[in-house]
């Protein structure tokens, strides 16, 4: 089973609420989603490496949450669906976000013309926010989602690091998807080489 095709069985049999229909159908129609690098040069920076990094934090995601000390000890239960919303779809501001350029490199003493990622940022409102703001014009997010994939950054953002601290101790999905997106990024998909 390919990627698409894993992302969409997921999508469809887990993301049931209003509106999702018609966000599948934008991803599918008017984005790069299913093509678009994770970034430019760190993490999933080839194509296809947006759709592989949301698979990636949805797998570490469903299994952080369900490990004893999370679950059991804090007694932190997350419906299905969220996990789903907010692992697949935490990075949906990076559709239509990146283009392709071209550029010289030498190899084996010799110039060529390689292609690269560059950013053309048509929705300049932020990263985790902008995620935010696209999904809510298709579907009502709970406010668990929403702060989930608005502080998916962690620390790494930008944001005021006490905004930060008391989101994910205020919203226990932010944290867990915090910690699977950073697994995902730096170990699954080899950011810290090994």
């Known amino acids: 089973m390919s990627n698409r095709e894993k992302f969409i069985e997921i999508f469809?049999?887990?993301?049931?609420?209003?509106?999702?229909d018609k966000l599948l159908e934008y991803l599918t129609d008017k984005t790069d989603f299913f093509t678009a690098p994770a970034s430019t040069r760190f993490?999933?920076?080839?194509?296809?490496?947006?759709?592989?990094?949301?698979?990636?934090?949805y797998e570490c995601l469903c299994d952080f949450v369900k490990r004893p000390?999370?679950?059991?000890?804090?007694g932190f239960v997350f419906e299905e669906e969220s996990l789903a919303?907010?692992?697949?779809?935490?990075?949906?501001?990076?559709?239509?976000?990146?283009?392709?350029?071209?550029?010289?490199?030498?190899?084996?003493?010799?110039?060529?013309?390689?292609?690269?990622y560059t950013i053309e940022d048509?929705?300049?409102?932020?990263?985790?926010?902008?995620?935010?703001?696209?999904?809510?014009?298709f579907m009502k997010l709970t406010r668990d989602e929403a702060f989930a994939i608005r502080y998916h950054m962690g620390f790494s953002g930008p944001e005021d690091a006490n905004q930060i601290g008391k989101a994910l101790e205020m919203f226990p999905l932010a944290f867990a998807l915090c910690v699977a997106d950073m697994e995902a990024s730096?170990?699954?998909?080899?950011?810290?080489?090994?």
């Open 12 to 20: 469809k049999s887990t993301i049931t609420r209003e509106g999702a």
């Open 43 to 57: 993490h999933g920076a080839y194509e296809g490496g947006l759709l592989e990094h949301s698979l990636n934090v």
């Open 85 to 116: 919303i907010a692992a697949l779809l935490h990075d949906i501001c990076k559709t239509n976000f990146y283009k392709t350029e071209m550029r010289n490199v030498k190899k084996n003493g010799v110039w060529e013309s390689v292609p690269y």
């Open 122 to 137: 048509t929705l300049p409102y932020g990263h985790g926010e902008k995620s935010v703001y696209i999904l809510s014009g």
């Open 69 to 74: 000390r999370f679950r059991d000890k804090y």
């Open 186 to 194: 730096y170990y699954m998909e080899g950011v810290i080489k090994k």
